[in-house]
C-alpha cells in the first residue's frame, strides 16, 4: 500500500506491506534506528514513538495503522539541533547507562508531561512503568524527569 | 553543546559523554547494523532437554527458494567446541542434545520471514533420553551421565582451621538449607551481531559483546580457523551483566560468515531465544553450619554448595569457585571449610552473571549470621561490626587483606544513618494490614580474574592531526560507563576538555588487548594502563614542546586544552602544530598494567585452575526498609540504602549509577525473577511471565560512599559493578524476618512463600 | 502478507466482514497481535483495524445509562468527565491496568472480548451488571456481561458480529467503590486475584448492600450473592469481613499457574474482603 503520514515533521510517502509491524518500518525502511524492538511483545517499551501525540508500542502497531497520521520518534525530537528538556536532563543526571531503553523512555516521558506538567515522583514511576530500564534502576530517570518537568514549567525551551 | 567543553576533573560528577548520542537515538548498537545485501542466519533447536541426535531433516528447508543453505555438525569444521575455559558446548549438536536450546542446523536465508519458515521446516530426529534438572538428580548414581566426563564439572575445597571440631568450641550453632533459582540477564539488547568474510578469508564481525579479543580465540579454535584472521569489533552493549561474556552468536555467525559468499550475514536472537539459548545466573542449593563465642566472636563456619551449571559450563567453574571464596562472608572467621560441586543437569546454560556466584552464598551466609545474632541476642549491626575484616586480617579463604579494606566503615556509616537509627519507631508505625521490618546486609566483591591468568590491559593514546587525543578503548562499554570514565581520567590528566577527547570504541583491529568486560575490572584495570599512557604522553608532550619553543630545558611546562605553554615566558605550542611535527609513530603513547595477584595463596582450593584467590574486594553494607502485606503477602521495599566502598570515587554520579542499577537488580532477584522450569523446559521465556521490577517496583535508593583508598587503583579507586546485587536478597529476607518472625529461605520472596510462612509458623524447611 | 483494514464507519466495517470472510477485528493490538506473534492465533488473511470508527469511540450519557463505545481506549476512559463521575470502580480497575502505553492502544471492547479470566475491566464490569451491545449481519442486539463470558477467551460472539459499546446504569445505590489487583509486581502486570466491590454503607457503618466480584480464581469472573447476603447488616469491620473471607473460598476455582497457586489465591481472594474494612478507616 502507499503509506502517507508525518513523520518527525515532515510528510513522507512509503510503498509498504500494510501489515508491516511498524518498528520495522521505521528501523529498516526509514533507517530510523533509534526506536528499538527489545521484546517483540508489548512489554518492555522499548519501541515506544509519539502518534498523534501518545506514546504507543510500536511493535504492536501495523503499518496501515500509520496512514494520516503524525509520528514522532526519538530522532524527532530535538529541533535544530537542540535538545528537548528531557533529553537534556537524562544527561545531566545520569539517567543514560547503557542507553537502549533511553529513546522509548524519553518519549514515554515527553508524552508524560504534555499530559501532566506537574507530575509527581510517584506518578513520574508510574508513568514510566511500561517502559524496563535493566541498568539505572530508575532513580535518575525519575530525577530527570522531575528536573525536565520544571524546566518545562518555567517557560524554557521546550 | 556545553557538555563537551565541560572540564574533566576527576572527583566532578561530570555526566557521560556517550548519554549525548545515545539520548538522540543517534548511536549505533550492533543491533542497528544493517548492511545491503545482508542475508539472516538463524538456527533451529533441540526442544528436548536431553537425546541423541540421530538426525536432522533440512531437505525440505533447504529446497526453500530464498534458503543458501542448512547446516549441521557435520559441516563445522574445527572442534565444533566453544567456550570460554572448558570447552565442552557444540556449535552445532552433533550425535547429542543436552539443553532444550541447544542449536541443531543453522540456515542461512534472503530474509527474516523466509529464515523463519525454513526453521519451521528442519526436523530433528532425537531419541529422548533420560534427563536430569536439579544437582541432587544429576549426582545420583544411576543418573544418566551428560558428558563423557560424567556430571561433575568440579568439586572442590576451600578450608583453613579445623571446622569440624571448632563446632564444638562454639557457644551457639545454627544450621540452615536456602535454595535459589535461575535467573536471566534480561538485557534490552538481545545477543546478536553481523559478519562478512573478506576476499582474502578475515573474518570481519560487529557484534554485542563482552569480550571481542577472546571472542576470536573461543570462535578460531571451534571453527578451525586463525584468530588473528578473525576482526571483531564491539559498540556499545545494550546490556551485557555477564551474559554477553563468551561466544552467543559469533561461532553461528561466523560459520554462517563462511557460506554467504562474500555477503554481511545477520543473527539476532528475539526475545524468546534469548530466553531459550542465552546464558543464566547459577541456581544454587546451600547447606550452612555457623558457630560463634559468647562475646559475638565468629569461630566456625562450613558449608556444602551445590551449584545447577546446566548443560555446559561455560564459567561454571570459575562461578562457584567465586561464591566459595565469599561463602563466609566479609568477615574473620578461623575455623572454615567450603565444599562445592559444580554440576551438569539438563538445565539451561549458566554462566557469569553480575555477582557472579556470589549472590548466592551472600543469601545464605547473611542469613546465618542474623539468626547467629538472634540466638546469641546480640544487634545484627553489632555482631557484624565485631567480625567484620580490617586490613591485614585473613579472610574465610584464608588470603590476608592487604589492600583497601572498607566494609568496618560501611558498617559504621549505616549504623549512623536515620534510616537504621529510626528503625523502632518506624517499625510500630505500620499501617493497617502492613507489617514492618528493617534488614541488613554487609556484602563484597572481589575484582579482578584472581590467580591462573592476566588481568590486563594495553591503552594507546594518540595526538591527531587536528589536535585532539584520540583514546583506544581495549575494553567493551556494556553501560557501565567505563569508557566515559576513560575520557574523564585522559581529561583530567591532560588537562582536556571533551571536546578534545575522541574515544575509539573496541577493535580487534585498532585497540589493544585488554581483556573482558566483567569481574568489575575494567575501570580498574584499563584505567591504570591508561594512567600509564597519559603520563608517558604528557611527558612526551613536554619534550617535543620544549624543542619547538627552543626551551633549554623541560621545566615551568604545562598542558591546557589544545596547547602547551611555558609558563615562565606565556609561549605556547599547540597541539596542532605538535602533531604536524611528529611522525605517525610518534604521536602514540601506549600504556600497560596488570592487576595485582595475591601472593599468600593458601594451601587449599587446589582444584581451581583460574581465580583462586582473589586479593581485591569491592564492600557494602545495605539496609532495607519492608512493608509485608498481611492479606496478600506482597514486600514492597519502601527504603533502601547502600553504602559502599569502591576506594576513592572518581566519579560520583558515575559510582552512583551502579550502585542504583546492581541494587535494581538485585531486588528483582530478591522479589520476582526465577527462570520456571519443567523438566528443562522454560515455562516463562518472555516478559510476560519473567517478572523484571518497574519503576513503580524500586524504591528510592540512597547510596553513599564509604571511600577508602585503594592505593593500587587509578586515582584511589576499585570497580564496583558487581558488589550491589549481592545485598537485597539477604537485607529483604532478614527485614522480612524482622516484619513477621518469620525466615524465608527460598528466593525469589514472593508473596505465595511470604503468605505460606505466616501461615504455617516459624522458619519451614526448604522443600 | 496479511491485508490490514481500516473502516472508519460502521457500515464501511460491514461490508467489509461481509466480503472478507476468516477476517479478524482488533482495535488496539495489544492482545490479538501478541498472540498472533507467539502463535496462540493464527495469522488471517485479513486483519480489521476498528480504531477509527468513530461511532465505537465515544462514551456517552442516556439519562441513568452510561454507554462507552468499544474502541474507547482505557486512556480515553479514564480521562472522561463521564466515567470519572458516575463508575470510579471502573475507573480504579483500569487506572492499574497494563501501562500508560497498553492504556493508550488497549479498548475496553477489546478487554472485554479477549475474556481472559483475569482481564481487568472485568470485576468491575461484573459488578456493575453490564450490558453489550452486540452489532451484527442482522442488527443489533443486547446481552448481559455475564451471559456474555462462557469461558476463558470464549464469547458468544457470533460469526461478522462486534461489540459495538458497553452499557451501564450508573450505580446510584451504592457509596463505595473499591477495586484491588494483586500481581506479581506494582507496574503492568495480569492480575493474580482481583477484587472489585460496591457497598452501600450506612452512616453508622454497617453494610446495607454489596456487589463483589473476582478476577482471576475462575474460569471467569467470580460473583456470589450467597458472600454478598453474608455483608448486607454487618458493620464494615476485618472482624464480619473475615467471617465472609472464610466462605469465598467455597465459590472459587482458582487454578496453579506460572503467576501464582491455587492455594494462594485461594487465601487471598478471601483475604481482599479484609480490605474493604480499611477503606472505610475502620480496621478491627
Redesign the interface.
Known sequence: MKLRFVLNGESVEIEV???RRVVDLL??DCG?????E?????????C?ILVDG????SC??????L?GRDVV???G??RNGR?HAV?EA?????A????????GM?L?AVS?LARQPRPS?EQ???????????????????DAVEAAALKLANGDRR | MTLRHRTLEIGCPVPRVDAAAKVTGEEKYAIDHTPGNMLWAGVRRAGVPHGRLRTVHVEEARALPGVLCVLTAADVPGTNRQGIIHKDQPVLAGDRVRHCGDPVALVLAEDRETLAKALALVVPDIEPLPSVHSPEEALRPDAPAIHDSGNVLLQAVIEKGDASSAFGECDAVVEETFAVPFQEHAFLETQNGIAHREADGKLVMTVSTQAPFRDRFEIAQALGLDPLSIRIISPYLGGGFGGKDGATVQCLLALAAMHAGGRPVRMTWEREESFIAGYKRHAVKMHYRVGAKRDGTLHALECDLYYDTGAYAHLGAEVMELGMEHAGGPYRIPNVRVKGWCVYTNNPIAGAMRGFGVCQTTFAVESVMDMLAAKLTLEPLEFRRKNALRRGDENCAGVTMVHSTGIGACLETLGRHPLWLERRDWRRAAPPFKRRGVGLAAVFNAMGYGRGLPDSAIARLELTLDGRIRIYCGVSDMGQGNSAAFVQIAGGILCQDASRLELILPDTDRTHPSGSSSAGRTTYTFGNALVQACNALKEKLFHRAALVLMLDEEKGLALLPGRVRHLPSGREASFELLARMLPEADRASVGQFIMPVAHDVPDTGKEFVIGFPHVFFAYAAHLARVEVDELTGKIEVTEYLAVTDGGKVINPQGFEQQVHGSVAQGLGYALTEQLLLDRGAILNAGFADYILPTALDVPEIISVAAETFEHTGPFGMKGIGEVGTNGPLPAVANAVNDALGRRLTRSPLTASRVLRAMEEGPAQPVT | MTNVLIPESMEELRRILETHPGARVYAGGTDLLVKMRSGLEAVPPCLVCLERIAELGAVSEYGEVVRIGACVTHTRLLADPVVTEHLPVLVRAVGVLGSRLIRNMGTIGGNVCTASPAGDTLPPLYVLDTELELCGRTGSRIVALRDFIRGPGQTVLGENEILAAVRIRKPRMFNLFHYEKVGQRKGLCCSAVSLAAMLRVSSGGVVEDAALAWGSVGPTVVRSREIERMLIGKELTAERMREAAAEVGKIISPISDVRADAAYRRAVAGNLLLRLAARDGSSR
Not at chain 1, 530510523?32 to 528499538?36: A, P, Q
Request: glycine letters at 14%; hydrophobic letters at 30%; charged letters at 20%.
Open positions: 506491506r500494510p501489515d528501523r529498516e530510523l534506528t533509534g526506536t528499538k527489545c521484546c517483540g511483545s508489548g512489554e518492555c517499551g522499548g515506544t501518545d506514546c504507543r508500542l504492536l502497531m501495523l503499518a496501515a495503522q496512514h520518534t526519538i530522532e525530537l530535538s535538545l533529553q537524562f544527561i545531566e543526571h545520569g543514560v547507562q547503557c542507553g537502549f531503553c533511553t529513546p524519553v514515554a508524560l515522583r513520574i514511576r508510574e508513568g514510566l512503568s511500561g517502559n524496563i530500564c535493566r541498568c539505572t534502576g530508575y532513580v535518575k530517570i525519575v
